[in-house]
């Protein structure tokens, strides 16, 4: 059964409030359950007439249900229809609608755009990608630092004359911004019409009838202890697409000082493994090749409900047929497991790529950031991680000025990228956020001396990267091609005219971008989602230029991915 099939039908007979509530009988054979209140039976036989004449649902005779007081058993149509719901009696009008989600921040947020799109096409709502076309724009929110959030304000204010141009639309934030703010921006913008916070998602199709029917406006940032949804939503992929993101859990316990996440997305609460297996197995179906697991703190995952492991899931997820590689983010140090870690040595599907913040250098800094872990505990993983996987890349997140933060303390930082030597990093400057404990800190660094510590970061960053880029000059890494590139960086001559270019992923996550001969470029082998291997011929500061090694595309990784020397 369809489950688009299914959220329209229950949508369909649960939008009049205790009238009738819908539930499966047969999965195989399509058939579903409607208990009908008391003294509802005639406007739900005219409900189901309307989905018979619409969408093809038809009354079951003989079913187990069927002549049971105050229940009826229908069977669902073969395909389904994208319709706008307006009550009319028993009758429902067909149009299709415009959606157009704006995501700001995370790959979390990347995964919920994608939830948020699938739980609203069963109302007709399709993606677009002009706001100007748009019935409803959702500005998807991010707050874990203030220029994210500042992004997010300012689109949302270019949305009022938008609004004011279309006053049928409909302007909805989701997201850490709209969990954090709620009614709030609903007073500070008087065009939207709908906030609704980071487990709301699976609430949105009931809100925004609400907002059709009668132009309310809404606010739900309720929260709750577990993951409301316990099977994928088949939301929309990029035709060609060939990776995906996959939530196994959500919220965070650690509460570090400096961070608003828990008060934005809850405590952790982790999906039962056979629910994320399954939305791997349906994306893999659609052509996906990777997925990254997603999660606030990955390698807690099950450790509360008393599900497996995280390491145990990743040896599930390796042995699903037809799906080549594995990527998960994010770690904290404190709980990277010697278990986990041996994952690495023994999964072949396992990318050896691990990224894992530290935050910073300094032992004092760290305690007051709460990291719970010291500078030589993370020396001791990251040297455990090399041991078990010499190629793995590892790439960090570092904070600079905070409060209290001395010149000495940064040297640290700086001295600790030296040691470790990232593949790459994601730096920062300190800012205050709401409800963070550190927004209480004495201490405070100036702007200029923030700007001038992240800048050296960078640069010293920056210097080991080209280092290991032009180190690989030579050797032989197998990716997963993702399709026609972008323009290579300056530099790159040998990238002729005459010559179509194609970009991949190594195993290690490094872009790697490659030519074809022109008269070859239409190779049937040479496709999307396959496997190849390129010789490195150039490194740039951020990817490197390779050709591609004479012999047959994989259409499978095949044992490991492991770099070889020319």
């Not at 009988?25 to 409900?47: F, H, K, N, W, Y």
């Not at 992929?237 to 828990?262: E, H, K």
Request: charged share 25%.
């Amino acid at each position: 059964m369809d489950r688009r099939q299914i959220s329209y039908v229950k949508f369909i007979l649960e939008a009049y409030d205790n009238v009738a509530v819908m539930s499966t009988l047969d999965s195989r054979e399509a058939v579903i359950q409607v208990t009908i209140a008391p003294g509802c039976e005639t406007m739900v036989d005219g409900i189901i007439q309307g989905l018979a004449g619409e969408i093809g649902v038809m009354p079951v005779e003989g079913a187990p249900a069927a002549g049971m007081s105050g229940k009826q058993a229908i069977r669902m149509p073969d395909k389904m229809k994208q319709v706008e719901i307006e009550p009319k009696g028993s009758l429902f009008q067909m149009k299709e609608k415009l959606l157009y989600i704006s995501t700001i921040g995370c790959q979390m947020n990347v995964y919920d755009a994608n939830q948020i799109a699938g739980v609203l096409a069963p109302m007709g709502y399709t993606g677009t990608d002009t706001i100007e076309s748009a019935d409803m724009v959702i500005v998807n929110t991010c707050t874990i630092r203030e220029k994210a959030e500042q992004k997010a304000f300012s689109f949302l204010g270019r949305l009022a004359k938008i609004k004011s141009a279309n006053p049928s639309l409909i302007v909805a934030v989701g997201g850490c911004v709209a969990q954090q703010e709620g009614d709030a921006i609903l007073k500070r913008m008087p065009h939207v019409d709908l906030v609704f916070g980071t487990h709301a998602i699976f609430r949105l199709p009931e809100m925004v009838r609400r907002i059709e029917s009668s132009r309310c406006r809404i606010v739900d940032v309720r929260m709750s202890d577990t993951i409301e949804f316990d099977a994928p939503v088949d939301g929309p992929l990029t035709d060609g697409q060939i990776s995906a993101f996959v939530t196994i859990m959500r919220g965070c316990d650690n509460y570090c000082t400096y961070c608003v996440v828990p008060h934005v997305r809850g405590r952790e609460a982790s999906r039962h493994p056979d629910r994320i297996l399954e939305e791997i197995r349906m994306r893999v179906d659609r052509g996906v090749r990777e997925v990254t697991l997603l999660g606030q703190n990955v390698n807690s995952y099950g450790n509360k409900e008393g599900l497996c492991s995280f390491s145990e899931l990743l040896a599930r997820v390796n042995g699903i047929e037809d799906l080549g590689r594995i990527r998960f983010t994010t770690s904290h140090p404190k709980d990277l497991s010697d278990e986990l870690i041996d994952a690495f040595g023994r999964l072949e599907k396992l990318c050896h790529h691990m990224h894992l913040p530290v935050q910073s250098g300094d032992d004092e800094i760290l305690k007051r950031m709460n990291r719970r872990y010291t500078r030589s505990a993370y020396l001791e993983k990251i040297d455990r991680l090399r041991a078990v996987c010499p190629d793995i890349a590892v790439t960090s997140d570092f904070i600079v000025g905070f409060p209290g933060e001395t010149d000495r303390q940064f040297q640290a930082t700086l001295d600790l990228i030296e040691t470790v030597r990232y593949d790459g990093v994601f730096a920062f400057m300190y800012s205050d956020r709401p409800n963070a404990p550190a927004t209480a800190f004495s201490g405070k660094i100036d702007e200029p001396t923030k700007k001038r510590r992240l800048q050296a970061l960078l640069d010293l960053q920056g210097r080991i990267t080209r280092e290991k880029h032009q180190a690989m000059v030579g050797q032989i890494r197998r990716i997963l091609v993702e399709g026609p590139g972008r323009e290579m960086e300056s530099g790159d001559a040998d990238m002729a005219s005459s010559r179509v270019q194609w970009t991949g992923r190594s195993s290690s996550n490094h872009i790697i971008h490659f030519a074809v001969p022109e008269a070859q470029r239409d190779k049937k082998e040479l496709l999307t989602g396959a496997f190849a291997d390129i010789m490195i011929e150039g490194a740039y500061a951020h990817s490197l230029r390779g050709r591609l090694i004479d012999g047959p595309i994989m259409a499978t990784p095949g044992k490991g991915e492991t770099s070889v020397a020319a």
